[in-house]
């Protein structure tokens, strides 16, 4: 198994990415999280991976932080979720509000995502419930912010544009403060 990958980064092209590790070019998998957070081409780079070993092919799956992975990992342990479809929810929503979504039972939260029906959705509920807890606990500041970041996102903002926004502001910001504070950057 190979569970972490340090390298050059050469090549970013959605949803993947190329990374020499002493000569060798690692074709990874990321989800959009991950994607959005890397570095430009050129800059060194590590990734905890998951390998994936199918019938027609071995495909690496990377991630910048190591409750990503875990989240990942829980994710295609649920019935009907493959790779694909964890890497879209992953890409969907962070892996702090993962947790946060299954606690509070949120449907609509999770069918939001690309791929995601209304049984996904419940499924999903269902076999995570107190799964996740202990990957990624959601800590004050991280659900300030993530607060300030669906504000946004319903505010019509794409999850780009309002996820650029939300890195720029301190990590222990108050909601309605980074709301402001987000909605002067994103106006200038």
């Known amino acids: 198994m190979i569970g972490r990958l340090t390298g050059l980064l050469i090549e970013k092209q959605p949803p993947g ?18 994607f959005y957070d890397l570095p430009e ?18 495909v690496l799956y990377g991630f910048l932080r190591q409750d ?16 694909r479809t964890a890497l879209a929810i992953l890409s969907g929503m962070s892996s702090a509000d993962l947790p946060a979504a299954i606690a509070q039972q949120d449907t609509a ?11 996904t959705a419940e499924r999903l509920l269902l076999e995570l419930r107190g799964k996740l807890d202990a990957i990624a606990p959601a800590t004050p500041a991280a659900t300030g912010q993530n607060d300030v970041l669906n504000a946004l996102l319903a505010l019509g903002y794409s999850d780009r ?26 106006s200038s």
């Open 17 to 34: 990415l190329c990374l020499d590790v002493n000569g060798v070019g690692y074709d990874i998998d990321v989800p959009m999280s991950t």
């Open 41 to 58: 081409a050129g800059a060194k780079v590590t990734l905890y991976t998951h390998l994936a070993i199918r019938e027609d092919a071995h």
């Open 68 to 83: 990503e992975r875990a989240t990942f990992r829980a994710l295609i342990k649920v019935t009907g979720i493959g790779a």
């Open 109 to 119: 939260l999770l069918t939001r995502i690309p791929g995601i029906g209304k049984k």
């Open 161 to 186: 544009e309002a996820r650029a926004t939300v890195k720029t502001l301190p990590a222990d910001v108050d909601v309605s403060e980074g709301i402001r504070a987000a909605l002067k950057v994103l």
